[in-house]
């Protein structure tokens, strides 16, 4: 048989290929993630681990706010690239080269290559990430029912990558300063481009590009955005959006016009998609892909607290001493990638067994609830703060439950949206839907940082509470208009219908 027919436990040996490609990728990531804000603001002499840029808290974490943002961002030009140039497997190769070169340059001291590192990397990672992940769609044929349980074992290595990474990194920069923990990064990013390259034989079916014979068949981006000048409506839409925009820039400064004017971008677009859609079959499961991606904006604004206001909570008001030892802040970060690890296949395994008894719950039915379990982790966050403004200290088992929600939400909502959209978008989108989604998690990112900026003015237990009421009232609607929103896929995820 061929060499891309092979399997290993079950799923196509690509899968393994892309797992352990994404592992290093998300190595790379989250340890250099893990450092930039520490090292934007520690001071520019006297640390131990190397002179830091000397930056105050608020330029370090809007820069980090941005920089989350855009990451996830340029998935939506890395899926067009994809979709239209040179096909998914080509663009990862390529990302990944770049990822290679951005942690390389971010080992040098020099300002200049700090930003042009978190430059390439912003490119690198919008490149790999959308397309890596839509190949694992590709891996399987229309109507597999492996290929949720495939995408929850990418998800393994995914948040396989993210632990090591937050272990080994964060010692490397305690004994070898900034600069090595940077080069870390980049070593492993060296061994994903090395594994990738290695794995090809077993990829030659996926991420392909086509080239159509039919002109039908290729996205025209310039004839789409053309049309908008012509179609009334859409324009009149668009136009008030840009102007929106403009209020945007004028009250907000710089930074949000340009982000509303992005929206307004990807908004423009998605309507002139919507509109040269073959059917209305296609149109209504577009429509039911649109709105998941609200609830994904939703469920990462709340989730990303993690990284910082439950971050600085933690190391603030925390009892962290166990058995007479402080738990290190960092620590917890871990532990999100840790519940990942252990609860990835028994989660998926649940959806299984009720599959084989025909009662498997729909992808939207799981989001949504990814919404409300993920909520009931900020009322642990809830009961902590009580307990601080009580007792002046909280409990750390209030966290560890608090992630522990987190997370299983996560492995309800993130794991499964890629899936739902392999399932979902017309194969020519593909790359571009993916490159959405992504974008939608980056806006979550941003949201997230602006509800956690807020926590100084409203105080954590007003956040926190906020927070739980609001995702589990938009959970609680999204089940409620779930029958509807079921029927507009038109049994997109029913094994014995094709998509296309
Ligand atoms: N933690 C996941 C990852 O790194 C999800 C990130 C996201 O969807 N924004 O892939």
């Given at each position: 048989i061929d060499k891309h027919e092979?399997?290993?436990?079950?799923?196509?040996?690509?899968?393994?290929?892309?797992?352990?490609?994404?592992?290093?990728?998300?190595?790379?990531?989250?340890?250099?993630?893990?450092?930039?804000?520490?090292?934007m603001t520690t001071a520019t002499i006297g640390d131990d681990r190397g002179p830091g840029l000397g930056w105050s808290e608020t330029d370090a974490l809007a820069l980090y706010g941005w920089y989350t943002m855009l990451v996830y961002v340029m998935s939506i030009p890395g899926g067009m690239i994809a979709d239209k140039l040179i096909g998914q497997k080509k663009s990862v190769l390529i990302g990944a080269i770049v990822l290679c070169l951005g942690h390389g340059v971010l080992v040098l001291t020099d300002t200049w290559a700090f930003y042009t590192g978190l430059g390439l990397v912003i490119l690198g990672v919008g490149l790999l990430k959308p397309n890596i992940s839509t190949m694992v769609g590709g891996l399987y044929k229309q109507g597999d029912i492996r290929r949720d349980k495939g995408f929850s074992i990418f998800y393994i290595g995914i948040n396989l990558g993210s632990l090591l990474a937050t272990i080994f990194v964060a010692l490397v920069v305690a004994k070898k300063g900034w600069h090595a923990g940077f080069g870390l990064a980049g070593i492993a990013m060296v061994l994903g481009l090395v594994v990738y390259i290695w794995g090809q034989q077993f990829l030659t079916h996926?991420?392909?590009?086509?080239?159509?014979?039919?002109?039908?068949?290729?996205?025209?981006y310039g004839q789409l955005y053309g049309d908008l000048l012509t179609s009334k409506p859409q324009f009149l839409i668009t136009l008030l959006l840009v102007l929106a925009s403009g209020l945007g820039w004028y009250f907000m400064g710089w930074g949000y016009g340009?982000?509303?004017?992005?929206?307004?971008?990807?908004?423009?677009?998605?309507?002139?998609?919507?509109?040269?859609?073959?059917?209305?079959v296609y149109q209504d499961r577009f429509m039911v892909l649109l709105l998941s991606f609200i609830m994904v904006i939703i469920f990462w604004g709340a989730f990303e607290q993690?990284?910082?206001?439950?971050?600085?909570?933690?190391?603030?008001?925390?009892?962290?001493?166990?058995?007479?030892?402080?738990?290190?802040?960092?620590?917890?970060?871990?532990?999100?990638?840790?519940?990942?690890?252990?609860?990835?296949?028994?989660?998926?395994?649940?959806?299984?067994?009720?599959?084989?008894?025909?009662?498997?719950?729909?992808?939207?039915f799981k989001m949504a609830l990814g919404i409300i379990i993920m909520g009931f982790g900020f009322l642990f966050m809830v009961f902590a703060?009580?307990?601080?403004?009580?007792?002046?200290?909280?409990?750390?088992?209030?966290?560890v439950f608090a992630y522990l929600f987190h997370t299983l939400g996560e492995l309800c909502i993130s794991p499964v949206a890629l899936s739902f959209i392999t399932k979902l978008t017309p194969i020519k989108y593909a790359s571009l839907m993916m490159g959405v989604y992504f974008a939608a998690t980056g806006l979550g990112?941003?949201?997230?940082?602006?509800?956690?900026?807020?926590?100084?003015?409203?105080?954590?237990?007003?956040?926190?509470?906020?927070?739980?009421?609001?995702?589990?009232?938009?959970g609680g609607l999204f089940v409620a208009i779930m029958k509807p929103l079921k029927r507009l896929t038109h049994g997109a995820e029913d094994n014995e219908r094709d998509l296309v």
């Open positions: 092979k399997e290993l436990f079950g799923h196509p040996v690509g899968l393994y290929i892309l797992f352990f490609t994404e592992m290093w990728e998300r190595f790379s990531y989250y340890g250099m993630r893990a450092l930039l804000t520490l090292y996926v991420g392909n590009h086509e080239v159509s014979v039919n002109k039908d068949e290729e996205v025209s340009m982000l509303f004017l992005f929206i307004t971008g990807i908004a423009a677009l998605m309507m002139m998609i919507y509109k040269e859609l073959p059917n209305k993690a990284g910082g206001l439950m971050n600085l909570y933690t190391d603030e008001k925390t009892n962290r001493m166990l058995l007479g030892m402080e738990i290190p802040t960092v620590m917890f970060q871990s532990l999100n990638a840790a519940f990942i690890i252990i609860f990835a296949t028994i989660v998926a395994g649940i959806w299984a067994k009720r599959k084989l008894k025909g009662r498997e719950a729909g992808s939207l703060a009580l307990e601080y403004q009580q007792t002046g200290s909280s409990n750390m088992l209030w966290l990112n941003k949201v997230a940082g602006i509800i956690g900026e807020s926590a100084s003015e409203y105080g954590e237990y007003t956040i926190f509470l906020g927070i739980f009421v609001f995702t589990v009232v938009i």
